[in-house]
T-cell receptor, first 113, second 111 residues
Framework: SAVISQKPSRDICQRGTSLTIQCQVD?????MFWYRQQPGQSLTLIAT?????????ESGFVIDKFPISRPNLTFSTLTVSNMSPEDSSIYLC??????????FGSGTRLTVV | SQQGEEDPQALSIQEGENATMNCSYK?????LQWYRQNSGRGLVHLIL?????REKHSGRLRVTLDTSKKSSSLLITASRAADTASYFC???????????FGQGTRLTINP
């Protein structure tokens, strides 16, 4: 299955600033997924990142707040913009491995102060 | 919105005992998967069961799927302290690769 390198692993940010999270996959994949996990909660899909086209956002998530780039088939970034304490969460990227389930990055633990 | 509901939300057992977690979902699925998460880190894929399968085994794990009841269970036999983690079920539907996660069960194995 694919191996994902996600960084940063954690960060503490000031409110009003932005943070860009990177995910690098060791093989080419068609779709990459970005999830948010709020403290003590389950994972919620933010958007699906497609190479060569705009990301597809889930209800409740907008591009202005969570812009996503997908410049090639092995790389994607998620930016959390104009952060507030409510954005404090773990953010995870994921790729589908079809027969073997999905592979997840190790997560980015974001704290906004 | 979350499709799956899991119970119990938290489970604490003694090492060596079996642990059973349940997951229910609302719509027709293509497959159901179980994941483990240690200490809020990345998720580890445990097992995938397709909609036309009823039971699957992998080592100490046993998963069942009842599509008529829209439910699944994960059994961990002979639990170990290292099994302490949160466990999530996740479903995917036909034609959609995205996963929808359940609320998760926090499992604690006491030595």
């Amino acid at each position: 299955s694919a191996v994902i390198s996600q960084k940063p692993s954690r960060d503490i940010c000031q409110r009003g600033t932005s943070l860009t999270i990177q995910c690098q996959v060791d093989s080419q994949v068609t779709m990459m997924f970005w999830y948010r996990q709020q403290p003590g909660q389950s994972l919620t899909l933010i958007a699906t990142a497609n190479q060569g086209s705009e990301a597809t956002y889930e209800s409740g998530f907008v591009i202005d707040k969570f812009p996503i780039s997908r410049p090639n088939l092995t790389f994607s970034t998620l930016t959390v913009s104009n952060m507030s304490p409510e954005d404090s969460s773990i953010y995870l990227c994921s790729v589908a491995a079809l027969r073997y389930g999905y592979t997840f990055g190790s997560g980015t633990r974001l704290t906004v102060v | 919105s979350q499709q799956g509901e899991e119970d119990p939300q938290a489970l604490s057992i003694q090492e060596g005992e079996n642990a059973t977690m349940n997951c229910s979902y609302k719509t027709s699925i293509n497959n159901l998967q179980w994941y483990r998460q240690n200490s809020g880190r990345g998720l580890v894929h445990l097992i995938l069961i397709r909609s036309n399968e009823r039971e699957k085994h992998s080592g100490r794990l046993r998963v069942t799927l009842d599509t008529s009841k829209k439910s699944s269970s994960l059994l961990i036999t002979a639990s170990r302290a290292a099994d302490t983690a949160s466990y999530f079920c996740a479903t995917s539907t036909q034609g959609a690769q995205k996963l929808v996660f359940g609320q998760g069960t926090r499992l604690t194995i006491n030595p």
